[in-house]
């Protein structure tokens, strides 16, 4: 058994029909979706009404809690003044934008998904066991990894949130960050999802899908969203460039 699982749309789109796109190409048995289909992106209701059509079984993140509830906080840990007043106006414009029913189906999600896939139990959440918007870097200390494998009833955990794609084998339980489809920080501005095949030699498969990233960015130039968040998309979350003067 295969199973395809998406993350962190945040309102992209473009990202979501290519990454649909590719997966009508490939071999797999069920498809999952870890949360975060809102923020940041210019097209939240265009999202959710696409991944509710494709009956996508869909975990709520932290962001579409903070939409789906009006709530004054997304739950985002924001280390800068600038960027936290930047994700307050993303947080505003998006719960403007977003239809009553849309935030209904954003409040009825599930905070995690439990299966058995190839006699392994897989469990999906959007940032960790237990919190919705806890992130789980890679470097974080082992032991946290420990004390999660240990109290997690599972063998496989599959989550997102950090936008940061990578696996971590933590004794017996393999820790997986399905990346972001919408918002990828590591990089490379390619919309990022795995295949996960639980038990296999090589379980994860990170699957890298290029899209119209110019139309997504001049979508959220078109907006009163910050600019700077379609710079992010169109530089994968890297820093930008710093401009230094050079003597003669």
Known sequence: MTIA????????????????????????DAVYCLGDLVGYGASPNEVVSRIRAEGIPTIIGNYDDGVGFDRDDCGC????????????????????????????????LVPQIRLEANGRRVLLVHGSPRRMNEYLFEDR??????RLAAASDADVIVFGHTHRPYTKLVGDVLFVNAGSIGKPKDGDWRACYILLTPGAADPVE???VPYDVGR????????????????????????????????P
């Open 77 to 108: 840990a924001y280390r800068e003044d600038g960027e936290r007043a930047r994700g307050q106006r993303s947080l505003m414009w998006t719960r403007q934008q977003t239809t009553a029913d849309h935030k209904a189906y954003l409040r009825s």
């Open 5 to 28: 699982i998406l993350s962190d749309i945040h309102g992209n789109l473009p990202a979501l029909e290519a990454v649909l796109d590719d997966l009508r190409g490939r071999s797999f």
């Open 216 to 247: 997504a960015a001049a979508a959220i130039r078109s907006t009163d969203l910050p600019h700077e968040f379609a710079d992010d998309i169109e530089r994968g979350g890297a820093p930008a460039p710093t401009h230094t003067e050079v003597e």
């Open 206 to 208: 990170f699957i890298r």
């Open 141 to 146: 200390p082992l032991s946290s990894f420990e």
